[in-house]
Structures are given as C-alpha cells and as structure tokens.
C-alpha cells in the first residue's frame, strides 16, 4: 500500500499556483509571492480514512524557460493540480500543454497520475465564463479520471473543494492498492541464460 503520494502544481505563470498550495497547506497567503524559480517542495504528514499519509507537494515554475526541467519533477507523480487563470483565457489553453507533459512521463515509467483542474481566481470570472470553464474543463479532468474545481485563493474560496477532490482521490488509492508499478521488484525480473553484454 503507497503511504506517500506526491502531489505536482503545474500551470503558467502568475495562475496562483504557490498561493493555492499555501492555502490548501495553511489555511493562509502569503502577500509578498513573487514568481516561483524552478521549484518549491513541502512534505506534509495527513490523515485520510483513518491512514496516516505523506504529502509531498512540489510548485513548479510556470515560466517557459523552466519548460524542460518540469518532466523531471512529474515522475512517479500520483496527482497533477493543473491550475489556470479564470481572466486568462491563454493560460487555460495551455492546460493541454501540461496534461502531455505529464502524460509522456507517466508512459515512460508504466504509470498514471491523477488529474485535478483548477480553475483559480474565480471572483475575476462573470457568469458566462465560468459556465463555460467548467463545462470544458470537466471534460478535460474526466477524460483522466480527475475533476474540476474552481477556487479563488486569494480569498480562501473553494479550498475545501479542492482537499476533498485530493482526498477522495487518496481514498480511492487506498482503497484499491496497487503496486507502484514503476517500482521493480526481484521477482519481477526474468534472467536469460546464455547472452553476455558487450
């Protein structure tokens, strides 16, 4: 049974990103963000259905020229919180952008990580706009077995959706182990006699 599940924030630049993960550790905001460089690593200890799990949550730079080292930080990701911008119609076009870059790493190694879309700055949105975020945005979570939240953290509006989304998504893991199936074991391994290397 996996007892820590790491957690990625991806999202372009200036979503809220660090705001949200501050709010969904400490109920808080911190005023004086500025753009994250390269990237900022939690681990948290929770309990969910009664297990105690480790948190380890990683906020990732949402600036283009840090686009190449993000695979290396997905890997072995149980979930993606894909953030977008509610008044920034580009930043949610790029969530596409994210939901391969996850993808291309999870294959590589056998694995799925889950999908959570956040829609942030939700008081910026009228009416429409919202409808429309949600309706897509949905469809792009479900598609990968996630959800969609909208949030404004700044505000601490919407938090608690977003940790019962994670944590329903931990309890469904817990209760349905699995292997870590990047993880390889002794048994797994099939020895071929009569072949040398080089």
Not at 28 to 41: A, C, H, K, M, N
Not at 99 to 128: C, F, H, M, Y
Not at 147 to 169: N, P, Q, S
Request: aromatic share 8%; with cysteine.
């Amino acid at each position: 049974m996996r007892s820590t599940y790491k957690i990625v924030f991806l999202g372009s630049s200036n979503v809220g990103k660090t705001t949200l993960m501050s709010q969904y550790l400490h109920q808080e905001v911190q005023r004086s963000y500025g753009p994250t460089i390269g990237l900022d690593f939690v681990s948290t200890t929770i309990v969910v259905s009664g297990h105690r799990v480790r948190l380890q949550l990683w906020d990732t730079a949402g600036q283009e020229r840090f686009n190449s080292i993000i695979p290396n930080y997905t890997r072995n990701s149980f979930l993606a919180i894909i953030v977008f911008d509610m008044k920034d119609k580009s930043s949610f076009e790029r969530i596409d952008h994210w939901i391969n870059t996850l993808s291309k790493t999870s294959e590589s190694l056998g694995s799925k990580a889950r999908i959570l879309v956040v829609g942030n700055k939700r008081d910026l949105a009228d009416e429409e706009t919202r409808g429309w975020y949600k309706e897509v945005g949905t469809r792009k979570a479900k598609k990968h077995g996630g959800e969609y939240v909208e949030t404004c953290a700044m505000k601490h509006e919407g938090i608690e959706d977003l940790v019962r989304a994670v944590d329903r998504l931990i309890e469904e893991d817990l209760e349905n182990p699995m292997e870590d199936e990047s993880t390889v074991r002794p048994e797994n391994i099939r020895f071929v006699k009569g072949r040398r290397c080089c």
